[in-house]
Each structure stands twice: as C-alpha cells, then as structure tokens.
C-alpha cells in the first residue's frame, strides 16, 4: 500500500481548485482552517463522526477491507476509523491537494499512514484497481446539483463498490425545516460571530448547497443501484444514512 499523494494527469483541474463551485474554501487558508469552522458551522458534527467508525464495523467487522473515502479532505473520519482495525485499508480521494496533504499528516500522527492510499482526483476521475467493500462520502454530495451532477456521484459510488458493500452518506438534506427559513439557517445565526458573517454564511450556502428531501435521496440512491437508506445519526438539517450496493 502507498501511502504517496498521487495526481493523475487528468485531475489536473480539480487539484487546481477548479473542479466544483467554493473549491477555494478547501485550498491554502481554506484547507488550514477547515477542522475549525466544519464544527463550529455542522452541528452534532463530533457526534456524527464517532458513530460513523462503529456503523460501519458492525456492517463489516474488523478484518482485512478496502474502504473508499470519497470527499476525504482532511481525513477527519482517519481519527475514528483508524483505531478500528489496522487491517482495514483506506483510499482518500479528494480535488484539493491541499485538503489531502493536512489527511497525511493526520494520518501520520496516528500512525496509519501506512493504510492509506491518498489521490487528488475527482471520484468520478478516480478508477481503482478492484471494487471497494465499503465507502465513505461525508458532507460530499450536498455541493451536487440535483440537476444530473448529483446522480452521476452516486452511480460512481456505486461503480467503485463491490455488491453488498456498505455506503455511509452524510450531507446538508431538507428534513426540518419551516416554509420559509430551514433550521440550518437560524443555526448558522446563532453561531456566528456577527450577524453579518451569518448572513453571508447563508447566502454562501443558497449558492453552494443543493439538499434534498429524503424521499429524493432514496430515489437518487436507488437509480445508482443502492438499497434504501437507513438514517443513523440526525441534528437539524445535517444526516447520516446507512445504505448498501444491491
């Protein structure tokens, strides 16, 4: 197993920063101070991602597995899942070099660099060498337009999977949320350090988010070739889903 940043020539563009609307966010003081505002801004984010680890053990217990991160970023999901078994492997894959280079480092402090597998590429840029027994996607596919860009990421997913194999899907949805105003947003309100951050925060998040109902959701998944989804973990508007490869 490698545990060198590779970029393939054909994620020139995505390392570039070039690959999705606000990739700025995720590269130089974006990617350094990315930890930081991802707990401030999600909430219940801790929680998600220490109930993310044991879902998945209990779907594939703790002996040899190949695990896809997809959106891997800063490796945030490394700090749980690395003290689950050293017999599970990872491959982080991610646009922003940036974002990834801080997962290495993570990784190296808790000594499972040598598990995983890093490239800077766009998943749908990403070809493994066999299909994956489980995969990760968090706070990943909510930046997706549902206008055909989303439901290609999730066929993708589904490509890089063998049958049977366990999806965690986390992301910005539309589950509680009044005729006018989502909860998320009067959340980010009261976070905020001043009210103009927070409106500019929300009007960042109209422009870059693209959430989904649940019932939209299980439609996407099942048009890629996924089982219905199971919701694991909620805090407002922000949930994670236990779904399989059929």
């Known amino acids: 197993m490698t545990h060198s940043i ?51 053990a209990a779907r594939i217990g703790r002996g040899a597995a190949s695990i896809l991160l997809s959106g891997a970023g800063t490796g945030a999901e490394l700090s749980e899942l690395a003290f689950q078994s050293t017999q599970w492997c990872f491959t982080a894959v991610d646009p922003a070099a940036d974002m990834l280079a801080i997962a290495g480092r993570r990784a190296e402090m808790l000594g499972c660099l040598e598990q995983v597998d890093f490239r800077v590429s766009t998943l749908g840029e990403y070809t493994p060498l ?41 992301d910005l949805g539309l589950l509680f949320e009044d005729a006018t105003r989502p909860a ?40 890629a070739g996924f089982a219905p989804p199971v919701r694991f973990f909620q805090a407002l508007d922000i949930a994670g889903y236990l779904t399989e490869r059929c």
Not at 12 to 34: D, E, H, I
Request: proline share 8%.
């Open 6 to 56: 590779e970029i393939p020539p054909a994620a020139a563009r995505a390392a570039a920063g070039l690959a999705a609307p606000g990739t700025g966010r995720f590269s130089g003081s974006g990617a350094k101070s990315y930890d930081a505002r991802i707990r401030r801004l999600v909430p219940g984010y801790s929680v998600l991602q220490e109930l993310i680890a044991p879902v998945l």
């Open 130 to 170: 066999h299909r994956h027994d489980a995969a990760l996607s968090v706070l990943v596919a909510h930046f997706l337009p549902d206008t055909g860009e989303k439901a290609r990421y999730f066929a993708d997913l589904a490509d890089r999977l063998r049958p049977g194999a366990p999806l965690i899907l986390a």
């Open 184 to 223: 998320f947003s009067r959340w980010i309100e009261s976070v905020a350090p001043d009210p103009s951050l927070a409106a500019r925060t929300v009007e960042r998040m109209a422009e870059d988010f693209h959430p989904v109902s649940e019932a939209r959701l299980a439609e996407l998944l099942e048009t």
